[in-house]
Each structure stands twice: as C-alpha cells, then as structure tokens.
C-alpha cells in the first residue's frame, strides 16, 4: 500500500467516524500529552540528539457552544535530562525555561496551570479556534494543501511543517470530519510523503506511521491507531550526527477525547 492509498482510507473512516454531539452544557474533553526534545542553551548538544526533554498532560473542554467559554489545564508536567549531559547545566536550563513559562504568562495575567477563555483565545494556544474557524477549507486536497502551507508560514521546512499542521489541525474539536478528510487528502499531495514499513510504538499504543523529511536528518510523522485507523498524533525523529546510527525522538503529541458533562 502507498502512502497515497493509506491516507485516502485514512480519510474515508474520518469522514464516517464523523463528529463528536454534544448536548447543550456538556464538553468535549480533549488530552493532550506532549514531549518536547530541548538542548542546551545557547550551543545545544553537538551530536544532534536532545540534551533534557519537557513532557506535560493538558486537557482542553469544548463547549457545545463554541463561542462560550473554554477550559484547559495542565494536570502533569515532567523533565528528564538525557544519561550523558551535564546534570547542572541542564538544571540550569531548565529553571531558565521555567522562569521564561512563568514570564509569559504573569505578563497576562493568566495561571499557567488553569486557563478559562472565550472561543478558546488560550495565551498558549498555536493559532487559536477563530483562526482556523475562518479559513473556509476547501473540499480541493491541493487547494486545502495550498491552505495549510499559508497556515503554517515559513519558519521550518515547507513538507516538514504542512505535515506538522495537519496533524495540530486534526487534534479532536480543532476542524470537522469532513475538513479533516480533506486535510488528510492534501497530505497525501505532500512531496515525499511516505509510508514507514514497520509498525510504531506511540505511548504505548501500537500505530501506522506516514513521514515525510527535507534531507535535514529529521523527518515528521503522523501516526494513526491500527486498530482504528484513526490520527492519535504525531512526531518528530531525528537522525543524531555522532555516526552511531538510530533514530532520536525530538518531539510527541498525543491526543485522545470524550465526552463529558462539566468542565473544572
């Protein structure tokens, strides 16, 4: 099977998983667990591998009524330094990291660990739910591509980044079951795009992976659960520059979702 192929079925059981229906005054509970690879300030670690990862469990509740208020809070936050880097300096970098976190979120006035907003306008969102709310998604794959190119801007890699909006933009309660077919329609028009041989192993669910890379020695993937079909997050590998082989993982997020009756 191609790449091609596989996100076409992709889309087809998106499309009739169809949308979560929520009741008026009930929520769709959306976790999201995500890893971020960091390293050393301001050189970084020569070998291409992370020296410290951040690793947080967030959950969002949407409203029925999407212009009413949302929630989200962080309900764990870890770090965990590589075996061979320097324990001070990473403490030191950390508590650097920490200190910029509490920065951005005291200059708004907000509690990092709790956040109500309107609509979803979180200080820390990526793009907010009313930006993606007035794009008018195209039912073209390549027009939609074309979409979330202009989506993604111009700070990484063209296919790299696409890859990577997608799978934000497919997180449960950002776009609908039919956009989200779209999207993964226009994934598979991304050069280079690829189906990996082997099975993945993603937070302890076993997936399907699609992965495009730019040459750079990183490449994304999105994964999709093999039992269900369904997109349950994505990934960034990277290949390290010490020549001893292997993959590293730079970056996660995972999702899942329900429905609930009360937000916090």
């Given amino acids: 099977?191609?790449?091609?192929?596989?996100?076409?079925?992709?889309?087809?059981?998106?499309?009739?998983?169809?949308?979560?229906?929520?009741?008026?005054?009930?929520?769709?509970?959306?976790?999201?667990r995500t890893l971020h690879g960091q390293q050393l300030a301001p050189d970084g670690a020569a070998d291409g591998r992370p020296?410290?990862?951040?690793s947080s469990i967030r959950e969002f509740y949407i409203p029925?009524?999407?212009?009413?208020?949302?929630?989200?809070?962080?309900?764990?936050?870890?770090y965990e330094h590589a075996a061979d880097a320097d324990a001070a300096l990473v403490a030191a970098d950390i508590e650097a990291f920490q200190a910029r976190e509490a920065e951005m979120y005291e200059g708004a006035g907000l509690d990092p660990a709790y956040e109500r907003a309107a609509g979803g306008q979180f200080v820390s969102a990526?793009?907010?739910?009313?930006?993606?709310a007035r794009i008018e998604?195209?039912?073209?794959?390549?027009?939609?591509?074309?979409?979330?190119?202009?989506?993604?801007?111009?700070?990484?890699?063209r296919e790299m980044g696409a890859l990577s909006t997608i799978g934000d933009l497919l997180q449960p309660g950002v776009v609908d079951a039919a956009t989200g077919a779209v999207l993964l329609e226009a994934a598979a028009l991304i050069p280079g795009i690829r189906?990996?041989?082997?099975?993945?192993?993603?937070?302890?669910?076993?997936?399907?992976?699609?992965?495009?890379?730019e040459g750079t020695g990183y490449e994304h993937q999105l994964?999709?659960?093999?039992?269900?079909?369904?997109?349950?997050?994505?990934r960034a590998i990277g290949m390290p520059v010490d020549g001893t082989g292997g993959t590293v993982l730079w970056e996660s997020s995972g999702y899942s979702s329900a429905v609930v009756g009360f937000a916090p």
Avoid: C, H
């Fill in 223 to 234: 994964v999709f659960d093999s039992e269900t079909g369904l997109p349950m997050g994505s």
């Fill in 64 to 78: 029925a009524d999407r212009s009413a208020e949302w929630v989200t809070r962080l309900v764990g936050v870890s």
């Fill in 137 to 157: 998604w195209s039912q073209e794959p390549a027009v939609a591509l074309q979409q979330v190119y202009d989506l993604t801007g111009v700070n990484v890699g």
């Fill in 195 to 213: 189906l990996l041989d082997a099975p993945v192993d993603f937070s302890g669910r076993q997936g399907v992976a699609i992965a495009v890379d």
């Fill in 1 to 32: 099977m191609t790449a091609s192929e596989f996100l076409d079925d992709a889309a087809r059981q998106v499309e009739e998983s169809g949308d979560p229906v929520l009741a008026p005054g009930e929520f769709l509970k959306v976790e999201s």
């Fill in 51 to 54: 020296d410290w990862y951040y």
């Fill in 126 to 132: 990526q793009f907010s739910p009313q930006e993606v």
